[in-house]
Every structure is written in structure tokens, then in C-alpha cells.
């Protein structure tokens, strides 16, 4: 018999990429990987809730498999991820099309539930409530190729209840690995040739050993330590719990590149008390501050939210003034939409979404004027890049990052990939930096 095919699709966030090669690994022994949904028999989707927009793309790919599933009777089609924690039974009353659905801590059981519907022919909904587990986390390593970067989970779920955010909701409560499960699984990867290691989790900061009791700064240590690595990397770091010692450890190790993701979500301290979030403007600048004394190259990037219930023209404004003041390297930002069981849903919103409309594209304005200078900047600068492969449009040029996390495109032989190269920048873009190899 033909080995059957599984495609996983990802939405969101790195936690869902991560989720999704475990459950590539869970199911390795009867599935292999299929790269195009059409040749699957059985398609997952790993669903993520964060905002509503997301959540929609979800439904109307759902709608666009029906076709498939009529010229296939056997395809297994899942949902799996945060939609599914949240909404369970719900998607099988809503949507014919789909045969299992499985939450946020069900990874593991994916072999047996796909099994169960092909045995039984009936439709399951498997969601298991918060559990003191890390989502995969007794998953064997992929056998499929690696590429030279990795995510490793260090800490799930997220005790910070930010009121506009759902993660707590269908994440569950933090729970940390044991630093022993994480040094193997990371020993594991450079063992198979991954260069780059990013360590995940929502709030690395509150990452505390099981067995031990030892904090983030002891396990990045250990990382670091871990022969053959050559990069380290970590998100999401929250701004209220950055710590000094932790800025000292970005400085003192080797591995660990200069860049860090440090979500600031607004730019007025009334907006900031209103969203939970534990720090005014002024703390999280004394952050940057004490970021750059220490690692003067440091690079940092944010996420922002615009548009948060009684969110004026002057906080907004503020939020302006702030991305001049930090200078970010790039800001993700977002506007707000209010998810079902958080805090923000329930408050009035006077002001209104419609009136907000345009502030969005004037925050990416300012970022991206901000954004094009410091790409200029990197002109005519040696920089060293650690190939990851061949640029996503397949123009024939090799795509890497710099240490600081900028993205540099440059010819060469694709024999290159996983190797660094010094690599002179000569063109700044958009998005990315376009250079060539000087050794
Ligand atoms: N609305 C808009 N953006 C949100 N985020 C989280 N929840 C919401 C929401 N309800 C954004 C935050 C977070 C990022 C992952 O998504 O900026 O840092
Ligand atoms: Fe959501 Fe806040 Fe937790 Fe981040 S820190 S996942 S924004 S609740």
C-alpha cells in the first residue's frame, strides 16, 4: 500500500509553526509530509484566535476544501489549534466538511483521533482542558529534513491576562519544561545540523525549571553552552518582566544575537493600565535604555495595538511618538479586535472603530519611513549572515539574517545554506537587504 499524506497548514503565530512540526513528528510513522494540500489524505489546519480576522481565514479555507473532500471521500480534514480550544463542538455543528477537532493540548493523541474516525466513521471533538504539559512535548524529533534554524518550546501558556488578549484562554495557565527535556530536544537539533536555535514560549521571562527552580537566565546559559550552536534567539520577552540580569546575559553570551522582540502595545501609560500590561512608557524606556548601554548594535522589534477601547487621538499620538523615540527595527502592528471572553470586549468604546480608520496606515508610515533609514544605514556595511536558503520568490538568491535579525539576499551556490558567509550590504529594499559574498 502507498504510504498516505498529511499537510498541516499554519496559521498565526511561531507557537502554532511549532505546534505543527510536532504533530508532523506525532504522525511520521503512518503519514508523510505532503506538500500540496490536493495530494493530502488527511489536512490539518493549526488555527489560530488572536484576532478576528484570523479566525474568518480559518471558516472560508474550510469552505474552499469541500470540493476537495467531494473528489476524495476519504480525506480526513481537522482543526486543531486555538479556534478549536475555543470553539470545539461548534466548528463540527458549523461545518459539515470537517471530521476532527482537536484543542490546544491534544497534539499528542492526533495519531489515535485520526485512527478513531477512519475506524469508526464517526465524528470526533477532543479538547482536554489545561494540563500540566507542553503541547508535544513527548514528541520524538522530525525525521524529515531539517532547515539550519529550529524553535524549541520552553514554556507554554501565558498568567499575564493582558484584557484584550485570548491566549490565556485557550493557551491555559504557564506551564515550563523541565531544562533537562529542553537541552535534549535543542542538543538534538545541532546534532542534526540546525545552526540557529529560537527558545519560545508567550513570556520567556517567567520561565522557571521544574526540577530546579532555576529562571530563563540559568536555561539560556545552558543553550548557549551547547556545542556545535552558533546562533541563540528568544520570544516573547515581556517588557515588565526584561530583567537586568537578563540584559546581561544578552550582552555576556556568545550565542545569543543581538535583536530582541519586545512588545510594547502602546504608547500611553492610560492606554497601558487599561490593557494590564504592567509598565508605563517610562519603564519600558528605561528597558531600551539600559538594552542599548549594554549591547550598543542591539536591534529591537514590538508589536502595537491601535484602536483600544477609549483610545484618543492624544494616546495614539503618543504611540507615534514613541516608535520616533525607539527607532524599531520593525513593529507588527494590529488593529484591536475585541475577543470573545477577555475584559477590553466588555468595555465601552465611545470613539469607535470607524473614526480610527485611518491611524493604522499612519502608524506603518512612520514605521516604515523609520524602517527604509535604518536599512539605508546598513548600506556598504560588512555584515555576517547565517543562510537559511534560497529567498521565498525563488529569484535565485540565497536568503539569511544578520546576528541583529536583519533579512539579506545575495547570490551564491545554494550548497551555502547553513553556513554563514560575510556578506557586504550594497542595496537596502523594503523588507529586506540585498548584498554580496566577500568570503
Ligand atoms: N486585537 C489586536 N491585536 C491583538 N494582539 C493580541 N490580542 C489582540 C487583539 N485582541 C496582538 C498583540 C500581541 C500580538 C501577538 O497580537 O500585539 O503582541
Ligand atoms: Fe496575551 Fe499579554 Fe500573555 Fe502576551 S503577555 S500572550 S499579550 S496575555
Known amino acids: 500500500m502507498e504510504t498516505e499524506k498529511i499537510f498541516v497548514k499554519t496559521f498565526g503565530c511561531q507557537m502554532n509553526f511549532y505546534d505543527t512540526e510536532k504533530i508532523y513528528a506525532y504522525v511520521q510513522d503512518r503519514y508523510l509530509p505532503a506538500s500540496v494540500p490536493e495530494e493530502a489524505d488527511v489536512i490539518l489546519l493549526n488555527t489560530c484566535s488572536i484576532r478576528e480576522k484570523a479566525e474568518q481565514k480559518v471558516y472560508s479555507l474550510l469552505g474552499r476544501m469541500v470540493p476537495l473532500k467531494e473528489r476524495k471521500p476519504g480525506l480526513v480534514i481537522g482543526v486543531g489549534g486555538c479556534v478549536a480550544q475555543q470553539e470545539g463542538e461548534t466548528i463540527l455543528q458549523r461545518c459539515p466538511m470537517v471530521d476532527i477537532v482537536f484543542g490546544t493540548h491534544n497534539i499528542d493523541e492526533i495519531p489515535d483521533i485520526i485512527q478513531e474516525r477512519l475506524r469508526t466513521g464517526r465524528r470526533i471533538c477532543r479538547i482536554r482542558e489545561d494540563v500540566q504539559r507542553v503541547p508535544g512535548d513527548q514528541a520524538p524529533l522530525s525525521a524529515g529534513p531539517l532547515g539550519p534554524t529550529a524553535l524549541v518550546t520552553i514554556i507554554k501558556g501565558c498568567d499575564n491576562w493582558c484584557s484584550y488578549c485570548i491566549v490565556p484562554l485557550v493557551r491555559g495557565r504557564e506551564v515550563s519544561r523541565p531544562a ?21 514560549g508567550q513570556n520567556v521571562n517567567s520561565y522557571r525549571d521544574p526540577d530546579t527552580g532555576k529562571g530563563f537566565v540559568d536555561l539560556l546559559s545552558r543553550v548557549n553552552d551547547i556545542e556545535g550552536l552558533e546562533r541563540l534567539r528568544f520570544v516573547t520577552s515581556h517588557p515588565k ?38 509598565y508605563t512608557v517610562s519603564q519600558y524606556l528605561q528597558k531600551v535604555d539600559l538594552l542599548r548601554k549594554r549591547i550598543p548594535e542591539v536591534e529591537l522589534s514590538t508589536d502595537l495595538i491601535v484602536g483600544f477601547p477609549g483610545e484618543g487621538r492624544e494616546d495614539f499620538e503618543k504611540t507615534l511618538d514613541l516608535l520616533r523615540e525607539v527607532r524599531y527595527q520593525n513593529a507588527f502592528s494590529f488593529r484591536y479586535s475585541p475577543r470573545p471572553g477577555t475584559r477590553a470586549a466588555l468595555m465601552e468604546d465611545p470613539i469607535g472603530p470607524l473614526l480610527r480608520k485611518s491611524w493604522l496606515p499612519e502608524l506603518q508610515q512612520v514605521q516604515n519611513r523609520i524602517t527604509s533609514e535604518k536599512h539605508t544605514m546598513m548600506e556598504g556595511k560588512e555584515v555576517e549572515v547565517l543562510v537559511e536558503g534560497s529567498d521565498r520568490k525563488d529569484t535565485g538568491l540565497l536568503e539569511g539574517r544578520t546576528r541583529t535579525n536583519y533579512i ?14 560575510k556578506v557586504l550590504i550594497l542595496r537596502s529594499r523594503t523588507i529586506h537587504l540585498e548584498g554580496k559574498v566577500i568570503t
Do not use: W
Open 180 to 200: 533537562a527535556r529542553i537541552l535534549a530536544e535543542a542538543s538534538g537539533l545541532v546534532s542534526k545540523g540546525v545552526r540557529e536555535i529560537t527558545l519560545l
Open 241 to 278: 518582566d526584561f530583567s537586568v540580569d537578563l540584559a546581561e546575559a544578552m550582552a555576556g553570551l556568545s550565542k545569543v544575537c543581538e535583536h530582541i522582540h519586545l512588545p510594547v502595545q502602546a504608547g500611553s501609560d492610560r492606554v497601558l493600565a487599561a490593557m494590564k500590561r504592567g
Open 408 to 421: 539579506v539576499h545575495f547570490p551564491g551556490e545554494k550548497t551555502l545554506a547553513g553556513k554563514t558567509a
